[in-house]
């Protein structure tokens, strides 16, 4: 069985850090793209960052420049290091496989980010 456990949210003020990590098991993020997706209230899940088997990347453009996707493929792990954090990057992120920009599996937990102001 796939599965996704997303960790490492948290409460930060504005222009603080996080690093999310995306711990998988069933699957290898390492045969094809992933990303991280993120979801505030009242809006729909977003893609935001993603990452090819070759280890090209690419950012949707609210986060460009600030937060920056890895993948570890010993460990099977996927993380999100965010910098300059703003109010509105505020949501619940979620991880997961991407074919042509669209989820593949189903969908983990999710970890809470708050960004104070």
């Known amino acids: 069985q796939v599965q996704l456990v997303e960790s490492g949210g948290g409460l930060v003020q504005a222009g603080g850090s996080l690093r999310l990590s995306c711990a998988a098991s069933?699957?290898?993020?390492?045969?094809?793209?992933a990303g991280w997706f993120r979801q505030a209230p009242g809006k729909q899940r977003e893609l935001v960052a993603q990452?090819?088997?070759?280890?090209?990347?690419n950012y949707a453009d609210s986060v460009k420049g600030r937060f920056t996707i890895s993948r570890d493929n010993a460990k099977n792990t996927m993380y999100l290091q965010m910098n300059s954090l703003k109010p509105e990057d505020t949501a619940v992120y979620y991880c997961?496989?991407?074919?042509?920009?669209?989820?593949?599996?189903?969908w983990g937990q999710g970890t809470q980010v708050t960004v104070s102001s």
């Open positions: 997961n496989w991407v074919l042509r920009g669209v989820p593949t599996h189903n």
């Open positions: 990452i090819t088997s070759g280890g090209s990347t």
């Open positions: 069933g699957r290898a993020f390492s045969i094809g793209a």
